[in-house]
């Protein structure tokens, strides 16, 4: 409880000097209407032209890939919509970590880090986490302040100090997490959702094509073409949305266990250097 208490203050100073929030869109909800917007915007008013089909009519043969896309049906803009905030969702992640990371590359600002401590120019290391900027370095911030606060105490076990270190370490680890994995869920939800939209769509285009095959016998060919046509755009729109979605969810995932990686490794290292330069005083 002692322990808890005691790393608290530095966790919190460290969140108070970095004076900057969450990285990232807090209302994703917002990007997914705009992008439904945009979709069925499309849809309608450039691949639904009356220039892409024969005689002018949305209700003939296509003319062009637009045309084939139009006749997918109205399932196509739903998966539109989610293919547009995948990459409207990758893009933000890929800006977001950056700023995360900060300016100079991980391995380098970690690398002056473990210099400064073993040094134990605190104020160096400071300095260094500020010109760094984002999450990183105010979870690495914390865990300075709180060596240089274990440093200038006197009258505690070394163990109790290293327990207060390792404390505010993980405490600015548990604030900042969030900011790496923010909407992340949403490009995890689409990799299922993208593919069983598809499919719904792959559904309804095979029943308009059996639908068609039933009347007279025969059947009229443009309406089994349309059905076809419905049933082979659906299932290809949603299964590039799932590809899209699963290579940037690995990505950013496989990303942010390396950062995770990285600040265990240098907190570890901080422990480690108080520990090593540092005796049992009680």
Not at 2 to 23: F, H, L, W
Request: with cysteine; hydrophobic share 45%; aromatic share 8%.
């Amino acid at each position: 409880m002692a322990t808890t208490q005691a790393a608290a203050p530095a966790a919190k100073k460290a969140a108070k000097a970095k004076g900057t929030s969450s990285i990232g869109i807090k209302d994703a909800i917002w990007v997914i209407v705009v992008c439904g917007i945009i979709a069925f915007c499309n849809f309608f008013f450039n691949f639904g032209q009356s220039s892409n089909f024969e005689g002018g009519d949305p209700n003939g043969s296509p003319l062009n890939i637009w045309g084939t896309i139009f006749k997918g049906g109205v399932i196509v803009p739903v998966i539109h919509t989610l293919l547009l905030t995948v990459l409207c969702m990758c893009i933000e992640r890929v800006i977001a970590l950056s700023k995360c990371i900060g300016k100079e590359k991980l391995a380098t600002f970690v690398g002056k880090i473990k210099k400064d401590i073993k040094a134990k120019d605190f104020d160096a290391a400071l300095k260094d986490c500020d010109n760094q900027g984002g999450s990183v370095a105010n979870v690495v911030r914390a865990a300075v302040m709180a060596y240089k606060e274990a440093d200038a105490t006197t009258g505690i076990k070394k163990e109790v100090k290293m327990a207060r270190i390792q404390q505010a370490h993980e405490e600015a680890i548990a604030v900042e997490m969030p900011t790496l994995t923010m909407n992340l869920p949403i490009i995890a939800t689409i990799v299922t959702l993208g593919t069983l939209t598809g499919l719904l769509g792959t559904v309804v285009g095979m029943i308009k094509s059996f639908q068609a095959l039933a009347q007279g016998g025969g059947g009229d060919s443009v309406e089994l073409s349309a059905g076809i046509s419905e049933a082979l755009i659906n299932t290809a729109f949603g299964i590039g949305t799932s590809w899209l979605a699963v290579v940037g969810y690995n990505f950013f995932t496989n990303r942010i266990d390396k950062i995770a990686f990285a600040l265990d490794e240098i907190g570890y290292s901080i422990a480690q250097t108080y520990a090593a330069t540092h005796t049992d005083e009680a």
